[in-house]
């Protein structure tokens, strides 16, 4: 595939996922930002009543941790995520189907958005502030993005078992076989992988279940966001007549 023509496709990903990063900004300020402050009280009364009313002195104001420091995590994240998108959508363009440019942007968001986050996030879902033993951080994170990898690997070969099946089963028989094959290897992750219960008996099974609700909705927002803003940025890229550099893009090679 022609340098150029990856190159406009990365930007444009990228430009898409800082759209996508600001609307998922905006969710998490508005939405979740709340359901933090809720649990950081809790967590404060806590420690006023374990440690007799001494205050540990903030590095970071919490006013700087809901404004700066959240919009550039979320831009970064969609700066960098976009831009990953954007390759993989390069290569994935044409080669999983008769799809345009659209519908493959919204099928590589979904993809995304299921294998990246919903099923990590089903087995070790999002902790607010007081909920989780620190001394256990470290494992929950690393158990974390193994879910994450172990997704993403078993995602590919679902694709790839799918399409070596669809000549002797047919695409519908064959998508279903490769779906159950997927949801079957996760079911088998989940039961082997350690489980982790380490909400309070005093905290708030509502704050809880609402500070969840808010991650999901922000992630949602995001790769719903990116899905619609790409495909449209890359239609008109390879389908409104950009010359010979759009035609590179659309047809594969190898």
Do not use: C
Not at 101 to 109: G, K, V
Not at 122 to 127: R, S
Not at 131 to 158: E, H, Q, W, Y
């Amino acid at each position: 595939m022609n340098s150029i023509s990856v190159r406009a496709l990365l930007v444009r990903g990228m430009i898409a996922g800082v759209i996508a990063g600001a609307l998922a900004l905006a969710v998490a300020y508005f939405l979740g930002e709340s359901q933090v402050d809720a649990a950081i009280a809790i967590e404060e009364a806590h420690s006023h009543a374990a440690h007799g009313g001494g205050e540990e002195e903030e590095l970071v104001s919490r006013t700087m941790q809901a404004t700066g420091g959240l919009a550039t995590a979320l831009l970064v994240f969609g700066v960098a995520v976009g831009g990953i998108a954007a390759l993989v959508y390069a290569y994935a363009l044409g080669r999983i189907g008769n799809f345009g440019p659209r519908a493959t942007a919204a099928l590589i968001a979904g993809a995304a958005l299921l294998t990246v986050y919903v099923v990590p996030f089903l087995k070790y879902p999002a902790n607010p502030p007081a909920v989780g033993n620190p001394d256990t951080i470290g494992k929950r994170t690393t158990l974390f993005f193994l879910m994450v990898a172990l997704s993403l690997l078993l995602a590919v070969a679902a694709v790839i078992t799918g399409k070596r099946l669809a000549p002797a089963l047919g695409n519908w028989n064959a998508t279903i076989a490769a779906a159950a094959g997927f949801v079957l290897a996760i079911g088998l992750a989940y039961a082997f992988l350690p489980s982790f219960d380490e909400v309070g008996k005093d905290f708030p099974a509502s704050l809880l279940w609402k500070f969840r609700l808010s991650t999901l909705a922000v992630q949602t927002t995001f790769w719903a966001g990116f899905g619609l803003i790409f495909g449209y940025l890359t239609e008109r890229l390879l389908v409104s007549g950009n010359g010979a550099d759009a035609r590179r893009v659309a047809t594969p090679v190898g």
